[in-house]
């Protein structure tokens, strides 16, 4: 499971503590500007296990911005996220999946697009979520999803739950193989 768009100051949270009550890593793709205020749940995602990804700076469309502009943006989240945890995130979700080999500039990052949309920011609605997500999922299915609407948080940990009970289990984008 992915969650873009973070971090929430409420709903974020709200996740965090249902993905821990549950044993279940996650894959956070953070947007730079959504950073201050937030570092404590941005240490519970690291404490908790969780992959932090890059998710831009200000959801631009990068391909749209000139190369070195969008360059700087993926550097300096990257940079605000490391100061937060130590680390600098690897792994990029593109806004809007708009992604070209030019912007593998400042330091190579390794894309992580997803198969499973329910556009949970469009419809939220927990119910029309979890069905659209355990309709299709497949072994491997990486699943797009926002911690920034309570319908969203709500169906996640509904997936997990019914997932679960089916015999899923759920990893980090990290240990998928990303062909
Ligand atoms: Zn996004």
Known sequence: MTFDDGPHPVY??????????????ATFFLIGQNLDGNEKLVRQMKEDGHLIGNHSQKHMQLTAEAVKDACSQIQWTNEKIQAITGESPQ?????????????????????VLWDIDPLD???????????????????????????????????A?????????????????????IE
């Open 12 to 25: 974020t949270k709200l996740l965090l503590d249902g993905l821990r009550e549950r044993g279940v890593k």
């Open 91 to 111: 792994y990029i979700r593109p806004p809007y999946g708009s992604w070209s080999e030019e912007l593998e500039c400042v330091v190579p990052m390794t894309v």
């Open 121 to 155: 920011w469009k419809v939220q609605n927990t119910r029309q979520i979890v069905d659209h997500v355990v309709k299709r999922v497949q072994d491997g299915s990486i699943i797009l999803l926002h911690d920034s609407y309570e319908t969203s948080v709500e169906a």
């Open 157 to 177: 940990l509904e997936i997990i739950d019914t997932l679960s009970a089916n015999g899923y289990n759920f990893v980090t984008a990290d240990e998928l193989v």
